[in-house]
Structures are given as structure tokens and as C-alpha cells.
């Protein structure tokens, strides 16, 4: 109606309206400069519009056609909070001639809807009386505030003729004249006289917003002393109490006033949700008694969202809760304790930290000659665990590609080579080694109990080049644990020489001492530039940081109005849950990586020498020690101390704000935040962080290798330390030739021990290559294992994308709405019962559960109210050709002209046009003649258009006869009456169907529904049914981006794996036909190709079917098919 009535405007002319007694309409076609300017008000609403510029975001059009429609009575009666709308409701709408109509949303300027408020739910006739006697009272009025969308507006009134009044209003707290946020003093408030002549009462009105108070509100009103108070009270028609009873009242000591409180509010109606929101709407302060101002940024119901504001403290009240803090003291108590703990691992770390840098000192090794001036640095990491240290003398090899070093031996002491410790050395050789390819190293098994030993690894750095490289070793050295040997070579760390599962364990091992924050705390080397108390307390940050963090957003949750569920595969989640994950992690993460990375970064503070006797080759090998400090750290040693401001003012601010927090919660949220918080922080030490720590090590290994071998050469020690003498420096000549021989004979039974325990060359070599072979074999199993379980996973995620858990609840549902009295469905008058008292009931609902009528829009919703209809219902028959039956020739007598119905497929169906009650035509009355369509013609689907009926005893063609079921409920009743008194199931019906399709917003599911009943030839019936519940909008809102993007991603994946095995055939020949796994890579690869075939065809039948409901979507009464899109749905998934 309308779109009729917008065709007869006239730009700038009047409006045309037209008046009901349940709801009116006005259209108005205006100039798109003037709308700023136009007041639209004749329909019981006044809207004020900002400029079209600014409401169509910088265009501004020619003309645009205003459309609004006024309610009554609230048509949206079933939403879950329709009972705070009290006035009329208002759609308005804004056509653009020169752009096509789109959602306004988000404007610059706010749209004001001024309507008429509904007196009756305010606290008017609320008469107070005071007593004048007491000079300068004040009577204080309380109400609650308990939404932040809502807002009130206060009036008082005086109700005698000379009464002087002061108004008081003040949110948390009493209102005075001391204390107030809004001060109203009056003077001489006499009522003046009305245009009847007699006087009017004096009045004031404020306005309060709930986005600004909630909780308690106080309004105070003080009254100062007057005379004359009652003087004609009864000609100023003001005296509100009974004049018979004055037992204990001075009228001249009693003055009234009245007050007024009502609470407004504005909502618009989301037709995704079903519900009265506030999104985008507030109350403006320019609101009255009489009258609500909503200020509004949209004119579009906005979709479901899962982005909420975090949790609020109000600061003006909180503070004043401390004085109940002995009933909320358990997250103090938690804060409290946590820094206490704190300075206690303080105390003891920093000790530790102390007692780890007098250890760590450079060892001279005792057999460098001073005439050698080529340095190497030794770091040796000794494994964690009991018994891993030893006490006995270790040797080792190193070779170059330019020579080696011969055996050197370490210089081994009480604090030497301890459990879980680190040794540096000072390796002097005549010149450089060249590249470095392996380190051997043994030890003469002479420790006594402590003689075992197990070796981490050893990273020997070049002091005068910088080169870096890493033995990694994780073995032990013994003869009683292990593989039983006291001599392992150790081939230099590079990307093709180590197997990932190797790199795997060892970064793992490596990441667990030096990346967890709390372990690390424990087990990081000694003397690490990144100390102990610094980790200790990055923790701390990190725990006070994550509690404000979780109180920020903690139960925020329940501010979303839909919640958005996104499945993958085995995994699923809500947004609102990652949304608060992000920002979660955007509190915690960012200050504290920071921290981290300045610790990290620093520079280390120079060290003083102190009583250190100093060889020549000394000097020199502390001046490249100092010049071969880690690149890593380039930042001044003074941002140490902003690193340490930063924490303290972080951890004081964020505990602070928690406490605050369960101030403003209060004790029973408080608690179960705190018992929240304690849980996932246990989860994150001991789940999450191990679990992450993993997932990088194996990602890094095996598809890395490169920056896992990299990451395998850091030395996490300090750079900047001492370098410890070993030789003799007392003694002269016949020390240093002591000392000669010392080392000689040492030498000497370390190569005993080598030579007596090393096997052979050969044997070695070839054990060697053979661990080599299978290394690489063992490398390749695992990444295609890991490589095929990730593929296996991806698959799943996408392949149940289009799936969701609701969909097996729309099943049930949607099958128990037809359900009854269906499967006991044995005769014909059986089935019309059904379809009369089952079927059309939950087709058409024609009004609410308590009575009330439905609107036309809802009408076109099923029984559940949530399930809309596509199109309409049919009845569709398929009959089979009457013939004569095959007696034998001896009993033809007996039954001569008797016709049967058998058959029942594709090959006995009939596909004759009838006349009303199945009579053939006549020559004369051909088929051509009856063009319209009938339930007693036969009707052949569209090409492609529908499937064969499947039903429980045979399979059927999809023509048939059919019966459109009507749009309505009468119509509906109709059909069936009519076409159960014209017989149109007889004794030839093979099998009847009604078809249906709905689709369910809430979830965006489509659901085509068929329940046949197949009529057997030897009697009775057999019910079949049917629902199928499938998507044909795939990729819709954030949780469909993220599905497309995992589609990408699988087609990306499969490329890669596509692209490679073309490659091995190329490089393998004939030989790639020989392995049996190649050929399930071929199966994998064509059947990948086969899905990729069935998505196309999918998503093309998808989109002509949604073309289709485009098309047809208000022919109420068409039926509209969509078994291919169903059918091609079902089959990609």
C-alpha cells in the first residue's frame, strides 16, 4: 500500500495518510536539501532529522520519500522483554530516490523521535506532607537505577500557594544542600494564576541518565519556613488531605508538595533477535513528564554483536566501601599474599643470582701454551638431574677444517660440571681451526660414585670471526647408564645433519628452562643475563596484569544479545569468547613482552677487575670476549632501571584496580571471580604454556629446521665476566715445568681411556652412516605423518564448516512438530485426519500461546515460531496404471474383469491426465484443453528441478500429481476437504507426499521436509519420513569468514601437496609406481579433486535455488523445490 501511495506524491507537497483503529500510515516525498528542516509530526510522533548529507555518510539525495507507520498497541508482543514498551511503536523508514535504500546506521548526528509519554506508569499522586516547624528539613526521596539504558526524569511540585521549596538531587549518596549533583534553590514560589483564573502550582523537573547513576538515587527536598501556609487552601484547590480528620495536624505547621518520578526509555525491535534493544538509542535530556526524546544513530535493527564494553568501577561510591572490606577480603587477601610471596622468592633468588655470578667465571683451560694467540670460548651445559654431574677429568678433540686441536683437557674443580650447571672455558690454539665439524669428548671414568656424567651440549664460540657453533649431545657418558660408552663425537649442529625429532627434544628441553616464565625461574642457567628476580618478577606482573585483564571482562558475557557459536570440527567457541580472549591478550601480552624484551635486550653492566693476576694471553681474551657480546643486546644498561619502573607501576596500578574491582562487585561475584581466576591460572602454568611450548618447539623442528638449529646456538649466560688463570703463577721454572708434566700424564691416561673404550674408525663411521640413513628415513615419517594428520584436521574443520550443533536440534524439533499420530497412519481416512489436525495446525500458526492474534508477517512462520516458510505446501501423488491381473486360465471365469494395481517404481507409474474424480477424458476433452494446472493432471518437473521420492518400500519418479496445500490455514482446510470428498486417494495411489521447506534465521538453516505415505496393493500403509537440514548461505558473518579462510587454506594446502608429488614423479620415474604410499597420495590427490567438484556444483545449485526464493518469495502459495541444493549440500559434507 505503500509503495501505491508513494507514487502519487508530489516533491515538497502535503503528506497522504491513512488512519485505522489499530495502526496508521503516512508517506511524504520531500527535497533531500530540506530535510534537516521538515518536522514530521502529524502522526503522533515528532522526528527531527539531521542533515541528508550527514545521514547518507556525504550524499545528499535529490528527493527522499519519508514512510511512517504508527502502532497503537506494541505488535511485538513476544519479545523477551516487550513489557517495558508502554507507548505506541513507530517504523519509519527513509527511501532515497537517487541511491538505492540501504540500513542507516552509525550517523554523524542523532535522529530525534520525540513521542508522547503514557502518564500512568509514573509515581504522579505520590502527596508528601512536612513539618514546617523544624526549619531548613529535608525529606529524602529514594529510587533505583538499575539499567544504564534507562533514564528518569524527577518533578516536584508545590502544592500550596506560598510555599518556598529547594530540590536536591545526588546518585550514591544523600541528598543536600552540601552534597548535591543538581541544586534547584527556589525563592518565592507562588503559584500563578491559569487562564481559568485560578492559581497553578509551581513546579520543577530534572532530568537523570542511567548511563551516568546506577543504583541509588536520592532526591531531596527541603522546605523553609512560611507563613500563612493553609490560608484559602480550599479556593487554591490544594488542600489533599481529609479535613475531617485534624487529630494531631496543624494546618499551619503542614505544607505539601508532590513529586513525580518516571522512568523512560528508548528500545527498537531486532527482528534477528526477537527482542527490544537499546543499541544505538539513548534517552536525550531535553525529555519531560509529557513527552520522550530518543536520540538515535540508526533507523536498522543491528546484528547479533559480540563486542561488550568491559566491567565499570564507579569510583564515586567505591571508595566509600572500604569500610566494609572485612566481608570482601578475598581478593586483597590473594593480592596481598601474591606480593608477599613475592618479596620472600625475592630475597632467596637474589641470593641465588649472587652465588650463580661468582661461579660463572672464565676457565682458562690448564694446558693453553702462552705463545698461542687464537681464542675459542667452551660453553659446557651440563644436563639436569640427579647424578648428572661428575667429578672426573674430561678431554676432549675439536676439528676444523684447517687442523685440530689434539686432546685438551678441562680443568676440572669442586664447582666444575655440575648438575644443571654451566662451565665456560678458554680454549688458546696457534690459529684457527677453519669451519668446525665435530667435537670429541670423554672423560677417564675415575670420579669414584660421581663418575658418570651426562652432557647437554657445548657451544664453542669463535672470539676473533664471532662464528657460533652448537654440539648437541643430550647423552650419557657412562659405562653403567645409557648406551654404556664414555666417548661420544658430536657433529656440529647444521640444518641437514640433524634429525627434527632430535632438534624437537632438544629446543623443547631448551625452551621449558629459559621461555617459561615460572620454570624458568627455577632451572635458567646460572649466571643467565636475564637473572632469576627479573623472571620472579615478570611473573608477578604477569599475575596482576592477567587478574585486572579478567576482571575487565569478567560476565561480560551476559551483555550479548545472540550469542555467535563457531564450530570447527572438534573445537568450538562463541565470538564474545574470542573477543574476550583478544583483549584479554592485548592487556597482558604487550606490556609484558616488553618488559621481557628489555631485560633481555639490555646491555650488561662493566665489571670492575678485582684481585685478578693477569698472563699475557689474558688481557687479550677479555677484550674479545667483550667485543663478541650477544647482538641480541643493544640497548643501554640504564633501560634496566625504565624496564623496573615500568613493572612496579604496572603491578601497583593493576592490583589496585582489582581490588577495586571486588569492591564494586562485592563479595559473592568477587569470590567466584577469584576462584575463576585461580583455576585458569593453574591451567595456564601447567597446561597451556607446556602445550604452547611444544607446539612452537615442533613447528620450529619440523618445517624450521633452520631457526631451531639457530636458536640451539644461544648462550643465555652472561657475556661480561672474569677470566680465570690457570697457569702457574708462583714458582718460576720448576713450576711450570711441574706443571708440564702434570698435564702430560694426564693426557696420557685420557687417551688410555679413549683408546680402550673407542671402537674403531671404520666401525664408527659406518654406525655413523647407518644412524645417519635412518635419521632421514625416521625425518621423512614423521613429516608426512604430521604433515598428514594437520591435512586430516584442516579437512575436518572445513567439512563440518556447514555444519553446527543446532542443526540436530532443528531436526528434532521440526519432526516433532508433524510427528503425531504419523506412523500411525493405516488407511486413507487416517491420512486426511493427520493432515487436518497435525499438518496444517503446525503449517499456520494463527495466533500466540495466550490467545492473542498474530500480525500478517508472522503468519508466515510455522507453529515454532521461529521457522519461516518458503513458498508453500504440496500434496504430490504418484499413481500406478490399473491392468489386468495374471490368474492362471483355469480360474479366468472366476474372475473375469477384475483389474489390479500392481507395480510400484518408475516402470507402472501413470502419467495420464484425468478429469475430476480420476475420470478419463474423452476424445473430445483432450489434455490440450486443460491448461491449468490441477491435482488431476500429471505435472512434470523442471529439468533438474527436483529428485526421485525416496520412501521406505520403493523409490518413485519425481512427477506426479499435485496439489498446491494454500497460503492459509482456511485454504489449507479447504484443499484437504476438497479433495477428500473427490476420492483423490483411491485404490491406484501408490504413494502420497507433502513437501514443504523452512528456513530458521536464528541458526541459518534451511530445512526441506517430505512425509510420504506409500499405500501398499495388499492394504495398509507404510509412513516415511524426511527432513534434511543443510546451508545455502555458507560463508555468513565473522564465524563464515573464518570457515572461507580454512577452505582457502585446504586449497592452498592442497596445491602444495599437488606440486610436490608432480616433482617426485618427475625426479623418480617408474620408480614412483613402486611405493605403495605413493599411490595413497594419488588416491588423496584425486579425491581432493573430486571434493573440489562437488563444492563447485554445490555452491552453483545453492546460489540458483537462493535466484529462485529471490524470484518467487512472495508467491505464498507456490510451491518452491530445493532437493538439488539439498541433495549437493549433504554430499559435500
Known amino acids: 500500500m505503500a509503495d501505491r501511495l508513494r507514487r502519487e506524491l508530489i516533491p515538497g507537497g502535503p503528506a497522504i495518510r491513512i488512519d485505522s483503529d489499530s495502526l496508521c500510515l503516512q508517506v511524504q516525498k520531500i527535497h533531500g536539501k530540506d530535510l ?52 505506541g511503536v513507530y517504523d519509519i523508514s527513509l527511501i532515497p530516490s537517487t541511491m538505492p535504500p540501504g540500513e542507516i546506521r552509525d550517523t554523524e548526528e542523532d535522529i530525534l523521535i520525540t513521542i508522547a509519554t503514557n502518564g500512568n506508569y509514573s509515581s504522579s499522586g505520590l502527596v508528601h506532607e512536612v513539618d514546617s516547624t523544624g526549619n531548613g528539613s529535608v525529606v529524602h526521596h529514594v529510587f533505583n537505577i538499575s539499567d544504564v539504558d534507562d533514564a528518569f526524569v524527577v518533578q516536584v511540585t508545590a502544592l500550596n500557594r506560598s510555599s518556598r521549596i529547594s530540590v536536591f538531587g545526588k546518585g550514591g549518596g544523600l541528598a543536600h544542600s552540601k552534597n548535591c549533583e543538581v541544586c534547584l534553590t527556589w525563592q518565592d514560589w507562588k503559584p500563578t494564576a491559569s487562564h481559568h483564573g485560578a492559581p497553578e502550582s509551581r513546579s520543577v523537573m530534572f532530568f537523570v541518565s542511567g548511563k551516568n ?70 534517552v536525550h535530556p531535553s525529555s519531560t513528564i509529557t513527552e520522550t526524546v530518543c536520540a538515535c544513530n540508526h533507523m536498522t535493527a543491528f546484528g547479533a554483536g559480540f563486542v561488550t564494553a568491559p566491567n565499570t568501577i564507579d569510583l564515586a561510591t567505591v571508595f566509600d566501601k572500604f569500610a566494609d572490606i572485612g566481608n570482601n577480603a578475598g581478593v586483597l587477601a590473594t593480592v596481598l599474599t601474591t606480593l608477599a ?49 661428575t667429578k672426573s677429568n674430561v678431554a676432549f678433540s675439536l676439528f676444523g677444517d684447517s687442523g685440530s686441536t689434539g686432546v685438551r683437557v678441562f680443568k676440572q674443580g669442586p664447582e666444575t660440571f655440575q648438575a644443571g650447571g654451566v662451565d665456560i672455558f678458554l680454549l688458546a690454539v696457534e ?4 669451519d668446525l665439524h665435530r667435537l670429541q669428548i670423554w672423560h677417564d671414568n675415575q670420579g669414584g660414585d660421581g663418575r658418570a656424567w651426562k652432557l647437554d651440549k657445548v657451544i664453542v664460540r669463535d672470539l676473533q670471526s664471532g662464528e657460533t657453533n652448537s654440539f648437541l649431545c643430550n647423552h650419557w657418558l657412562s659405562l653403567d647408564r645409557g648406551d654404556g660408552r664414555i666417548n661420544r663425537i658430536l657433529p656440529a649442529s647444521t640444518e641437514h645433519d640433524m634429525s627434527s625429532l632430535h632438534l624437537f627434544t632438544t629446543k623443547a628441553a631448551g625452551d621449558f628452562r629459559n621461555e617459561h616464565i615460572w620454570l624458568s625461574t627455577l632451572f635458567c642457567p646460572s649466571g643467565s643475563h ?79 677487575d678485582k684481585n685478578s693476576v693477569y698472563v699475557a694471553e689474558k688481557g687479550d681474551a677479555k677484550s674479545l670476549l667483550s667485543k663478541t657480546r650477544s647482538s641480541s643486546q643493544f640497548l643501554p644498561h640504564g633501560f634496566v632501571y625504565v ?55 615442533a613447528v620450529v623442528s619440523f618445517i624450521c ?117 504419523f506412523d500411525q497412519i493405516q488407511t486413507v481416512d487416517d491420512y486426511w485426519s493427520w493432515a487436518r489436525d497435525v499438518l496444517v495446525p503446525g503449517l499456520f500458526q494463527e495466533q500466540h500461546y495466550n490467545g492473542d492474534k498474530l500480525g500478517w508477517r508472522r503468519k508466515r512462520f510455522i507453529s515454532d515460531a521461529v521457522s519461516y516458510r518458503i513458498g508453500a505446501a504440496r500434496f504430490k501423488q504418484i499413481r500406478v496404471k490399473s491392468r489386468s491381473c495374471g490368474f492362471h486360465q483355469r480360474y479366468t471365469s472366476l474372475f473375469l474383469n477384475q483389474e489390479c494395481n500392481s507395480g510400484n517404481s518408475f516402470s507402472g507409474g501413470e502419467k495420464r491426465d484425468f478429469l475430476p474424480g480420476w475420470r478419463l477424458l474423452s476424445s473430445s476433452n483432450s489434455s490440450e484443453d486443460f491448461h491449468e494446472q490441477s491435482p488431476w493432471t500429471y505435472q512434470i518437473p523442471d529439468s533438474g528441478g527436483e529428485l526421485p521420492v525416496m520412501a521406505d518400500i520403493a523409490t518413485y519418479g519425481s512427477g506426479g500429481y499435485v496439489a498446491g496445500v494454500g497460503g492459509n490455514k482456511d485454504a489449507a482446510l479447504a484443499v484437504i476437504a476438497d479433495l477428500k470428498e473427490a476420492d483423490w486417494i483411491d485404490r491406484y495411489t501408490r504413494a502420497v507426499v507433502v513437501e514443504f521447506t523452512v528456513y530458521n534465521a536464528n541458526i541459518n538453516f534451511f530445512s526441506t521436509m517430505s512425509y510420504t505415505v506409500e499405500f501398499l496393493n495388499m492394504g495398509g500403509a507404510v509412513p516415511y519420513r524426511s527432513i534434511r537440514t543443510y546451508r545455502l548461505h555458507r560463508f555468513v558473518g565473522p564465524a563464515g569468514y573464518i570457515i572461507l579462510a580454512l577452505h582457502i587454506l585446504y586449497v592452498a594446502c592442497f596445491l602444495y601437496t599437488l606440486y610436490r608429488e608432480v616433482k617426485l614423479m618427475k625426479e623418480q620415474g617408474k620408480r614412483y609406481c613402486q611405493q605403495p604410499w605413493n599411490f595413497l597420495e594419488i588416491v588423496n590427490i584425486l579425491v581432493s579433486f573430486s571434493a573440489f567438484a562437488v563444492f563447485a556444483v554445490d555452491y552453483i545449485t545453492s546460489r540458483r535455488t537462493l535466484n529462485k526464493l529471490l524470484l518467487h518469495h512472495h508467491e505464498s502459495s507456490k510451491f518452491i523445490s530445493s532437493d538439488i541444493a539439498s541433495f549437493w549440500n549433504q554430499v559435500f559434507v
Open 213 to 282: 547513576h546506577t543504583g541509588k538515587y536520592s532526591v531531596g527536598v527541603e522546605v523553609a519556613g512560611v507563613d500563612d501556609v493553609y490560608q484559602d487552601a480550599v479556593d487554591d484547590g490544594v488542600l489533599l488531605v481529609d479535613p475531617a480528620d485534624q487529630s494531631g495536624l496543624s494546618l499551619n505547621g503542614t505544607q505539601f508538595y508532590s513529586l513525580k518520578v518516571l522512568r523512560l526509555s528508548c528500545r527498537y525491535w531486532a527482528e534477528d533477535t526477537g527482542s527490544w534493544l537499546s543499541n544505538g538509542c539513548r
Open 643 to 697: 624496564a623496573w619502573s615500568v613493572l612496579v607501576l604496572v603491578c601497583c596500578v593493576s592490583a589496585f584496580f582489582t581490588i577495586l574491582y571486588s569492591l564494586e562487585w562485592g563479595p559473592e561475584k568477587a569470590n567466584a571471580w577469584l576462584k575463576t581466576f585461580l583455576m585458569s591460572f593453574v591451567q595456564d602454568v601447567f597446561v597451556v604454556e607446556p602445550v604452547k611450548i611444544l607446539a612452537v618447539s
Open 341 to 389: 610471596l613475592y618479596f620472600v622468592g625475592f630475597m632467596v633468588l637474589r641470593k641465588v643470582d649472587k652465588a650463580g655470578m661468582k661461579k660463572l667465571i672464565v676457565h682458562s683451560l690448564p694446558d693453553n701454551r702462552s705463545t698461542d694467540t687464537y681464542y675459542y670460548k667452551l660453553t659446557v651445559y651440563t644436563s639436569y638431574g640427579r647424578g648428572s654431574g
Open 431 to 434: 690459529e684457527s681451526l677453519g
Open 705 to 821: 629446521k633452520k631457526a631451531a638449529v639457530v636458536s640451539t646456538r644461544d648462550d643465555h649466560v652472561r657475556q661480561n665476566i672474569d677470566v680465570e688463570d690457570s697457569s702457574p703463577s708462583e714458582g718460576g721454572l720448576f713450576a711450570w715445568i711441574s706443571h708440564r708434566a702434570t698435564m702430560r700424564v694426564a693426557k696420557k691416561q685420557l687417551h688410555m681411556a679413549l683408546s680402550k673404550h673407542h671402537k674403531s674408525d671404520a666401525e664408527s663411521q659406518k654406525e655413523r652412516k647407518k644412524k645417519e640413513e635412518t635419521r632421514k628415513q625416521t625425518d621423512s615419517v614423521i613429516q608426512e605423518v604430521v604433515g598428514f594428520f594437520l591435512i586430516v584436521m584442516l579437512l575436518l574443520v572445513v567439512a563440518n564448516g556447514g555444519t553446527n550443533v543446532y542443526s540436530h536440534h532443528a531436526y528434532n524439533t521440526l519432526g516433532g512438530i508433524f510427528q503425531t499420530d
Open 530 to 608: 636475564f637473572s632469576k628476580v627479573q623472571r620472579l618478577s615478570c611473573g608477578l606482573c604477569i599475575i596482576y596484569t592477567t587478574m585486572i585483564a579478567n576482571a575487565m571482562w569478567y560476565k561480560t558475557e551476559d551483555n550479548v544479545e545472540q550469542t555467535t557459536v563457531v564450530n570447527l570440527g572438534i573445537v568450538s567457541f562463541t565470538l564474545h569468547e574470542l573477543y574476550v580472549s583478544t583483549m584479554t591478550s592485548l592487556c597482558v601480552l604487550p606490556v609484558n613482552v616488553l618488559l621481557i624484551q628489555l631485560f633481555n635486550r639490555c646491555k650488561e653492566k662493566k665489571q670492575t
Open 36 to 87: 534537516a528542516d521538515d518536522r514530521l509530526n502529524d502522526t503522533g510522533v515528532n522526528i527531527a532529522f539531521p542533515s541528508a548529507e550527514k545521514l547518507f555518510k556525504g550524499f545528499e539525495p535529490r528527493y527522499i520519500d519519508v514512510k511512517v507507520i504508527c502502532y497503537h498497541d506494541n505488535p511485538f508482543t513476544w519479545g523477551n522483554n516487550s513489557n517495558i514498551i508502554n507507548s
